[in-house]
């Protein structure tokens, strides 16, 4: 109540100050233009960056001279940021991505232009595939999260219901000769685990954190001994899975960039579209929606209203195991065609972190997701031109932009209320 | 009262899962003390015990096959027992591993890995009157520590110079796991006999993911992110590259299981076609490291010997302690003359006509 009339009350007070959040960012984007202009324009050499939208360097590409372009792109980052402090609120978005978009090219304008010969080209359309591609799981990933911490139980244990489903995913994918079962067997891999993680959770009250972390341990270890006791046995056998299909869209999957990147899919692409469709529409436009974000901000309240507090928990943090054990199989039937020991290396936590990123929305976690996606895409597409940033520097680089954007442009999150304390009726 | 009972079940769970993970690692070494000598052992009795690097025993890689290589030489010599081995779940378990077999009277410690070489030396000095030996590293002044270690370097040189001779597009790459000295070795012998193709036949074959100059390239920074592993490729592939060597463990795999007709991809360590044979189909060979044969003979040398094996091994192409595998179902596909060529560069090689030189390499 008092915290909400506070904010409407500064809401009010704002178009008073001139230093607006708009206006700071502006200052932050004019200096990031100059500094591009001037860094990088020293950096570049005055052989030509090249860049294309297609999936390979063979088609036909748009060049420009690398000194000219990385300091005329850094001076249009600038103008958009200068712009800023004209326009303040309006076209803020638009001029924020248009001061990002600039710096970015006048950043690869350096670094293509430095690139030894045949190898100052970007093709823009397998770095848009790659980034949407490893955006997959984790955007699967924080769906889960956002299930089961809306409506309050923390889901750490991203990680272990990927590792189910990947496993899952493999091994009856392989028994049965069929990817579909495969899928199957996925979302009940990540189900196990999310029967475990609602049970202990709600019913015995365990610590959240604690618990999730527990089931990572044990969702590792029971992968690493049956992977030991049958599938290193026999790869053939139990471990040799095909690819799910790729399903392009006639007509669709043609438009240069965003063809390859959204329509040359396959269903975790497809599903992921639907469930962040589904889940965004559910939570925010249904019953069910209401009901969930109540009981994940003030349970007590939506228990005198009639709400069925813990079944709902129950039911949303099993439909996140599904969810969660589907992006799994991510791993096993689109990423490659095996299982292997702790293969899912960490993303399940990366998930986690797009889920805080995208403030426990679905789009929002989304965003983040493919965000991350595309600065690993281009960290890879870098190295494949020989650039002379150090690898350790690249690999970083979806780390310090995440923190970046965090810290600059997301600004205060807010976690559902309630989440992770478990509900006592009392 | 309920949470209570609710972190029993946990605890049964994290139990479970620590203890499944270590089922599958092997056997834990036991604590019991038996009492070691080095004198020359009766039939069965002189001990193999070996410790994994954090890769663990299944790796399908070094660990795998030091493992092959020890239960190798019991089949071959009778004074042998059952070997013995314990998987290392983090770097700081290395001494303890290490510490807990020779204490048990092992006879023959092996540590694998450069990565334990560290702790390798610490608990040799400790255990003065027992063999270590130590595969990827060497201990100078350690007397009891046998090093074994390769020129990877001399059989990627060949592997470079058959991918470039291969590669249509005249792009071959290759990325790494980790920056680390047994991986960056593979990347500059490869990028090195591609610069040697280039010198012969004044071609203009290029190495992407590598440059040997400046040591910098690309890494995964994972042994077992598989989705990395694709990416990476769809990366090089988009660049117009045909020839992948992944030196990344697992997270080759990812590369190997996409490669269609898209490219030809050269594996690490041990033959594509015996350790990953679901992607034979995708192999143009294999950069191999005998490690088994290293292992088995050293084990073997040990429990004939008196006293501490003395000396050192050093995988080269000349003692088969590296090649290149087969050419398996790329055999059609590579020319005569290539093959030749490649035959030939190996005796040069050997006969030291063409140096190999690595910053990497073993001194």
């Not at chain 1, 899919?265 to 069910?288: E, K, Q």
Request: charged share 15%.
């Amino acid at each position: 109540m008092t915290a909400s009339t506070v904010e409407a009350a500064q809401a009010v007070v704002e178009p008073t100050r001139y230093w607006t959040r708009q206006r700071k960012v502006g200052v932050g984007l004019a200096a990031v233009g100059v500094l591009a202009a001037l860094l990088f324009g020293a950096l570049a050499t005055g052989r030509k960056a090249e860049f294309t939208l297609a999936e390979t360097i063979s088609g036909s590409a748009v060049g420009i001279n690398g000194t000219v372009g990385a300091v005329l792109f850094g001076a249009i980052a600038a103008l958009a940021g200068a712009a800023m402090l004209v326009t303040a609120k309006r076209w803020f978005g638009w001029l924020l991505g248009v001061g990002i978009v600039a710096t970015l090219i006048s950043f690869l304008c350096w670094q293509l232009s430095q690139a030894p010969d045949n190898l100052n080209t970007i093709p823009l359309g397998s770095v848009a595939r790659s980034s949407v591609t490893l955006a997959l799981p984790l955007i699967l990933g924080a769906l889960a999260g956002v299930l089961c911490e809306r409506s309050a139980v923390i889901n750490v244990a991203i990680e272990g219901q990927f590792l189910m489903g990947a496993f899952a995913a493999a091994m009856f994918a392989t028994l049965a000769g069929s990817v579909w079962v495969g899928i199957l067997a996925a979302g009940v891999g990540g189900l196990i685990i999310a029967l475990l993680l609602a049970v202990l959770a709600i019913r015995f009250l365990v610590d959240q954190v604690v618990l999730g972390v527990v089931l990572n341990v044990f969702a590792l270890g029971l992968t690493g001994f049956l992977y030991e006791q049958l599938m290193a046995k026999d790869q053939t056998r139990f471990n040799q899975p095909t690819f799910v299909p790729e399903w392009d869209i006639p007509g669709l999957s043609d438009i240069p960039l965003i063809g390859p990147a959204l329509f040359k899919g396959n269903i975790f692409l497809y599903g992921a579209i639907v469930l962040v469709v589904l889940i965004h529409v559910g939570l925010f436009y249904t019953r069910w929606g209401l009901r969930t974000r109540a009981v994940g901000e003030h349970p007590a309240a939506a228990d005198t209203l009639g709400v069925k507090v813990l079944a709902l928990r129950y039911r949303n943090v099993l439909v996140g195991g599904l969810v969660a054990g589907f992006g799994g199989a991510y791993f096993t039937l689109l990423s490659t065609t095996n299982f292997n020991k702790n293969m899912t290396s960490g993303l399940g936590f990366v998930a986690l972190a797009a889920l805080i990123f995208g403030r426990w929305s679905p789009i929002g976690a989304t965003l983040a997701a493919l965000f991350f996606g595309f600065c690993s895409a281009l960290a890879f597409s870098l190295g494949s031109i020989n650039s002379p940033i150090p690898s350790q520097f690249l690999n970083m680089l979806p780390y310090i932009a995440t923190i970046v954007a965090v810290a600059g442009l997301v600004g205060r999150v807010r976690a559902p209320a309630a989440d992770g304390t478990p509900y006592i009726k009392g | 009262m309920r949470s209570v009972r609710g972190m029993r079940i946990v605890s049964i769970l994290a139990v479970g899962g620590l203890a499944a993970g270590l089922a599958a690692c092997g056997d834990a070494p036991e604590s019991s003390s038996g009492t070691g000598s080095s004198a020359a052992p009766a039939a069965g009795t002189y001990k193999t015990c070996m410790v994994t690097d954090i890769g663990g025993i299944d790796d399908r890689s070094f660990n795998a096959s030091a493992w092959k290589g020890l239960t190798e030489a019991k089949a071959d010599s009778d004074k042998l027992a059952e070997p013995k081995n314990v998987s290392s779940k983090a770097e700081a378990d290395y001494v303890p591993n290490l510490t807990q077999f020779a204490q048990q009277g092992c006879n023959f410690n092996l540590a694998v890995g450069g990565l334990m070489t560290d702790a390798t030396k610490q608990v040799a000095a400790a255990n003065a009157d027992k063999q270590f030996a130590i595969v990827d590293s060497a201990i100078p002044g350690a007397t009891n520590v046998y090093p074994m270690q390769f020129d990877t370097a001399q059989a990627a040189f060949l592997a470079g110079y058959l991918s470039a001779g291969y590669s249509k597009s005249k792009k071959v790459a290759t990325y790494g796991g980790l920056k680390i000295p047994p991986v960056t070795i593979f990347m500059d012998g490869f990028a090195d006999g591609v610069a040697y193709w280039n010198t012969q036949k004044n071609d203009k074959v290029q190495v992407l993911g590598w440059d040997k100059a400046t040591q910098n390239g690309s890494f995964a920074e994972s042994f077992t992110d598989q989705g990395k592993g694709k990416a990476l490729s769809d990366g090089f592939v988009a660049q117009g590259a045909d020839v992948i060597m992944p030196v990344a463990g697992g997270t080759g795999l990812g590369t190997a299981a996409n490669a269609a007709d898209k490219y030809a991809v050269v594996w690490v360590d041990v033959d594509g076609c015996e350790s990953a044979q679901q992607y034979c189909k995708a192999f143009l060979t294999t950069v191999v490291k005998n490690i088994p044969e290293a292992v088995k003979e050293a084990a073997v040398k040990g429990a004939d010997s008196t006293g501490m094996l003395t000396g050192s091994y050093l995988g080269t192409l000349e003692n088969d302690g590296v090649s290149i595998a087969p050419y398996h179902e790329f055999d059609s596909k590579v020319s005569a003359e290539l093959k030749g060529e490649v035959d030939k560069l190996k005796a040069d090689i050997i006969a030291g006509t063409v140096k190999v030189t690595s910053p990497a390499q073993p001194k």
